[in-house]
T-cell receptor
Framework: GAVVSQHPSRVICKSGTSVKIECRSL??????MFWYRQFPKQSLMLMAT?????????EQGVEKDKFLINHASLTLSTLTVTSAHPEDSSFYIC????????????FGSGTRLTVV | AQSVTQPDIHITVSEGASLELRCNYS??????LFWYVQSPGQGLQLLLK??????LVQGIKGFEAEFKRSQSSFNLRKPSVHWSDAAEYFC???????????FGAGTQVVVTP
């Protein structure tokens, strides 16, 4: 089946630094990737939608200059949290789908970001 | 706007007992509905989905869900739970043509011996 690899699984960084999270589709071409944020014991909140070769579309309230998303190829999307602060600490999850097939959402295993 | 509601935040069930998780949606047309399961610190795994056709959908791990348009519901069921079913369960609906998923708040399932 479709597999999405997300790295790193855990990262601790100092306040003010930037962190990059990678999301790779291993065995299919992901034309669309989604990035979610999940606070403890809460649901997933969509941050942005990225299509290969296009600028990401951010949800209302998400700072695009803080959460930089790049989807340069059909198998890789990256989320960079710039100038991270403790309030950015969260669980970030990506998902990927191929074309218009809504049947095939595959989620990464998530990244636990802790900013100290 | 499309939305999905999971009325139960937390459910405790005995191992071997049946389980039903509620999901209600708000959508004008026929919705695309999903149930996902999440173990602690992990991503999401698809249990089953409904797009059209037979309103009783079979999924993995012995789960099934029934789409009831009259009640705007898509409840998840399992006849006999196992300790490994303890997890967080999310109902989700596609909200636009890009395929954005909107998730319910989730239901935490605890399985007791």
């Amino acid at each position: 089946g479709a597999v999405v690899s997300q790295h790193p699984s855990r990262v601790i960084c100092k306040s003010g630094t930037s962190v990059k999270i990678e999301c790779r589709s291993l065995d299919f071409q992901a034309t669309t990737m989604f990035w979610y944020r999940q606070f403890p014991k809460q649901s997933l909140m969509l941050m942005a939608t990225s299509n290969e070769g296009s600028k990401a579309t951010y949800e209302q309230g998400v700072e695009k200059d803080k959460f930089l998303i790049n989807h340069a190829s059909l198998t890789l999307s990256t989320l960079t949290v710039t100038s991270a602060h403790p309030e950015d600490s969260s669980f970030y999850i990506c998902s990927a789908t191929a074309g218009s097939e809504f049947h095939g959402y595959t989620f990464g295993s998530g990244t636990r970001l802790t900013v100290v | 706007a499309q939305s999905v509601t999971q009325p139960d935040i937390h459910i405790t069930v005995s191992e071997g007992a049946s389980l039903e998780l509620r999901c209600n949606y708000s959508y004008g047309a026929t919705p695309y509905l999903f149930w996902y399961v999440q173990s602690p610190g992990q991503g999401l795994q698809l249990l089953l989905k409904y797009f059209s056709g037979d309103t009783l959908v079979q999924g993995i791990k012995g789960f099934e869900a029934e789409f009831k348009r009259s009640q705007s519901s898509f409840n998840l069921r399992k006849p006999s739970v196992h300790w490994s079913d303890a997890a967080e369960y999310f109902c989700a609906v596609i909200t636009d043509s890009w395929g954005k998923l909107q998730f319910g708040a989730g239901t935490q399932v605890v399985v007791t011996p």
